[in-house]
């Protein structure tokens, strides 16, 4: 009679988080088991404590941190091997192993040989619903506590994933200790926001060597932001700075735009009614050079 250890994981393809898999040999049945994805959050919280009840389980963890250095690969290895590790302490009985998806991540260790790898596993078979179910419960309660820790960016709402809520938080505050900084999408933010604090400073560094005294950078409210705040000759300049690395970076600069600085600036000069002020503009190139400075009103 087979006895099964059902294995999958949860987390592979998220922005922030850990990576977390699961495995399961069922003691006895459970109805109502499926692909964790499938089923409500409520729902997969039932069956997580139920599951947890009636079968021998294992998790393994790896950290956004370890992803980075390790590649999503070993990290799978890693984190599946440790789930193992954890349901074979507890000394259950199994003769057959099956991995949702197409990877032996067990290949290369005596247990090996009793792998089957199945895609869709955890919608087919129930120790494997159960190990995606158990997986995804404990990283989601992990991201919503994760969320009190970090709650500029929503964790609790999109569990790491990139949804455009999370483009929106990252673009604004930037990546935090638990983004996976070797994924693509964060790479690639965190150049933009290196090179956007460069262009910034080049742009600080162009008005101050024109007579102008830097009152605020990244000057910001619940509502609105300045880049720099400077003056010269008694008037304050709200200057929008625009790195681009090809093109010119004034397209930006749209009359919606214009708006936005206008009531920022607005908002600003409540507490000095006695200055005068003027929009501004600057355009800095790939090479961090000013390439523009435009007086916008």
């Given at each position: 009679m087979k006895k099964l250890l059902g294995i999958d994981e949860v987390g592979?393809?998220?922005?922030?988080?850990?990576?977390?898999?699961?495995?399961?040999?069922?003691?006895?049945?459970?109805?109502?088991?499926?692909?964790?994805?499938k089923l409500t959050a409520k729902r997969r919280e039932k069956l997580a404590a139920e599951i947890h009840e009636k079968a021998y389980c294992g998790l393994g963890w790896v950290s956004a941190t370890e992803l980075d250095q390790l590649g999503l690969s070993d990290s799978l290895r890693k984190a599946c091997r440790e789930a193992v590790k954890a349901v074979q302490a507890q000394k259950p009985e199994f003769n057959e192993i099956i991995i949702d998806g197409t990877i032996n991540f067990l290949s290369d260790t005596p247990l090996g040989r009793y792998v089957a790898v199945l895609p869709k596993a955890d919608a087919l078979v129930p120790e494997v619903s159960a190990a995606s179910i158990i997986a995804k419960v404990a990283r989601d309660?992990?991201?919503?506590?994760?969320?009190?820790?970090?709650?500029?960016?929503?964790?609790?709402?999109?569990v790491g994933y990139?949804?455009?809520?999370?483009?929106?938080?990252?673009?604004?505050?930037?990546?935090?200790?638990?983004?996976?900084?070797?994924?693509?999408?964060?790479?690639?933010?965190?150049?933009?926001?290196?090179?956007?604090?460069?262009?910034?400073?080049?742009?600080?560094?162009?008005?101050?060597?024109?007579?102008?005294?830097?009152?605020?950078?990244?000057?910001?409210?619940?509502?609105?932001?300045?880049?720099?705040?400077?003056?010269?000759d008694d008037i304050l300049y709200f200057t929008e700075v625009k790195y681009r690395k090809r093109g010119n970076g004034l397209d930006a600069i749209t009359s919606t735009k214009q708006k936005q600085m206008h009531f920022a600036a607005e908002m600003y000069l409540q507490k000095y009614q006695d200055k005068s002020a003027r929009l501004a503009a600057i355009a800095v190139g790939g090479d961090y050079e000013v390439t523009n400075f435009l007086v916008l009103e």
């Open positions: 592979r393809g998220p922005w922030a988080g850990p990576l977390v898999v699961g495995a399961c040999v069922l003691r006895e049945p459970i109805e109502d088991l499926n692909d964790s994805k309660n992990y991201m919503i506590e994760l969320a009190k820790k970090y709650p500029k960016y929503g964790f609790e709402k999109h990139g949804t455009a809520l999370h483009r929106a938080a990252l673009e604004k505050y930037g990546p935090c200790e638990e983004h996976r900084k070797s994924f693509r999408p964060i790479a690639e933010l965190a150049h933009n926001i290196k090179a956007g604090q460069l262009g910034e400073k080049s742009a600080a560094d162009y008005l101050v060597a024109n007579g102008h005294k830097i009152i605020e950078r990244n000057w910001k409210t619940k509502w609105c932001e300045i880049d720099i705040i400077s003056e010269k």
